[in-house]
């Protein structure tokens, strides 16, 4: 069942909002900001999917909508995810890229619940801290919400497994011999570099990534949202999810897509149905959830 809840009009005139830029786990920086309003009792830190970052589409839009409703809202990029301090939009650093690989962005996410955790200028916020991930971001979340400052998780259109998204058989075999294999990124049609670390870090690290058994063990308050016209993320992965969680809701909308209607770069002032019905429902969520 959808839940409702009761959005205020946005007054810019009481948000507050200031950048982040921290030290991510390994030598590049965390870029990202925060915004929030004197009366926010909750704060979301929300991370981002594959090919994503913090200012695609209409997540902005979808950060005004918490604080509309007292729930301040942090999101960043990934310290690899191919953008810069200078040009946190897009990927001009395919190097980045590259490097990157899952223990790194479940670091990242590590470190940006302690920065928020430790903040001042939140204190009034951090009392309760939701993870909110979408796609590959909300994986991630899963495996960082047993730190002890994780309230709850959302997820939307999330993965629950890494190991099967990558190349097998002969593919793998090329990759190793390669070295590189790419993705093609039809919307600025550059080719995406992903080095075979990547797949070395997986293997290493198995079970420190296994999304459903993280699911399953960190017992925190988890509302589970996906479209069953994904043609990303399968919505099975979402019903995977649920089912090794043992204190999780689940949502699923009939004709929502892998981005809930939203698209890159985003040219409309108001939210696409859907992301505004999901984000509305986990603002309910967080409210009923914790009595807010």
């Not at 870029?31 to 929300?46: K, P, Q, S, T």
């Not at 981002?48 to 997540?59: E, V």
């Not at 690899?80 to 479940?106: A, V």
């Not at 919505?235 to 909308?253: H, K, P, Q």
Request: with cysteine; glycine share 6%; net charge negative.
């Amino acid at each position: 069942m959808l839940r409702a809840v009761a959005c205020l009009p946005l007054q810019n005139s009481y948000m507050n909002k200031r950048k982040i830029n921290i030290q991510g786990s390994r030598e590049n920086r965390i870029i990202g900001d925060v915004r929030y309003n004197d009366n926010c009792e909750a704060i979301v830190i929300f991370a981002h999917g594959y090919k994503g970052f913090k200012d695609w589409g209409a997540w902005n839009l979808v950060a005004d909508r918490f604080v509309e409703n007292d729930i301040a809202f942090a999101k960043f990029n990934f310290s690899y995810n191919g953008g810069t301090p200078d040009n946190p939009i897009d990927f001009p650093d395919l190097e980045s890229f590259s490097e990157n690989n899952y223990s790194t962005e479940l670091h990242d996410l590590i470190e940006m619940i302690e920065y928020v955790n430790e903040s001042d200028d939140l204190r009034d916020c951090t009392d309760l801290i939701i993870l909110i991930g979408h796609s590959r971001g909300g994986g991630i979340c899963h495996l960082a919400a047993s730190h002890k400052a994780i309230n709850g998780i959302i997820t939307w259109a999330a993965v629950s497994d890494f190991g099967s998204r990558f190349p097998s058989g002969e593919d793998l075999v090329r990759w190793k011999n390669d070295g590189v294999y790419y993705v093609k990124n039809s919307r600025t049609n550059q080719e995406m570099p992903h080095k075979y670390q990547f797949y070395e870090d997986y293997q290493n690290n198995k079970g420190l990534l296994d999304i459903i058994q993280a699911a399953g063990a960190h017992n925190k308050p988890t509302y589970i949202i996906h479209g069953k016209k994904d043609l990303s993320v399968d919505y099975t992965e979402a019903i995977n999810i649920f089912n090794a969680c043992s204190n999780a809701e689940l949502l699923l909308l009939n004709d929502a897509d892998h981005t809930f209607g939203s698209y890159h770069p985003y040219d409309k002032e108001t939210l696409p149905s859907d992301l505004q019905e999901i984000s509305d429902a986990s603002i309910a969520f967080i409210k009923e959830m914790f009595d807010l």
